[in-house]
C-alpha cells in the first residue's frame, strides 16, 4: 500500500525488467527480498537503505547502489518528498518478505 511501480521495459515475470518505484515521503519499506539481484538509481528523494550484515547508508538523488539476490533488507524515504527509484531486475520481478527488523 502507497507504493506504486511503472514498468518501463520488459515483463515483470520475466528477466531483465526496468522498474520505476515511487514510495511516498515518510514511507517504510517492510524487510523483504528478492530472487533476483536489482540494480537502483535513486531519481528523487533521499532513502535509507539497509541490507542485513551491512551498515545502513543513505542514496540521494542521482546515486546508484546494486542489491544482491535473496539478501534481506528495508527502506525509509526520508522526508516529505515522495522517492522514485529506477530498478533494473536481472532476474523476475519478486518481493519475498521477511519478519523482525534488519540486522
Do not use: K, W
Amino acid at each position: 500500500a502507497g507504493c506504486q511501480i511503472t514498468v518501463l521495459h520488459g515483463d515483470p515475470a520475466q528477466p531483465n525488467a526496468d522498474v520505476f518505484l515511487r514510495v511516498p515521503g515518510g514511507y517504510v519499506i517492510p524487510p523483504h527480498s528478492h530472487t533476483s539481484g536489482e540494480r537502483m538509481v535513486l531519481v528523487s528523494g533521499e532513502l535509507n537503505v539497509h541490507y542485513q550484515g551491512a551498515e545502513p547508508v543513505t542514496l540521494s538523488t542521482g546515486e546508484y547502489a546494486y542489491g544482491p539476490p535473496a539478501l534481506p533488507h528495508d527502506a525509509t524515504c526520508a522526508g516529505a518528498e515522495p522517492c522514485t527509484l529506477f530498478i533494473a531486475f536481472v532476474g523476475p520481478v519478486d518481493a519475498i518478505a521477511h519478519e523482525g527488523a534488519i540486522e
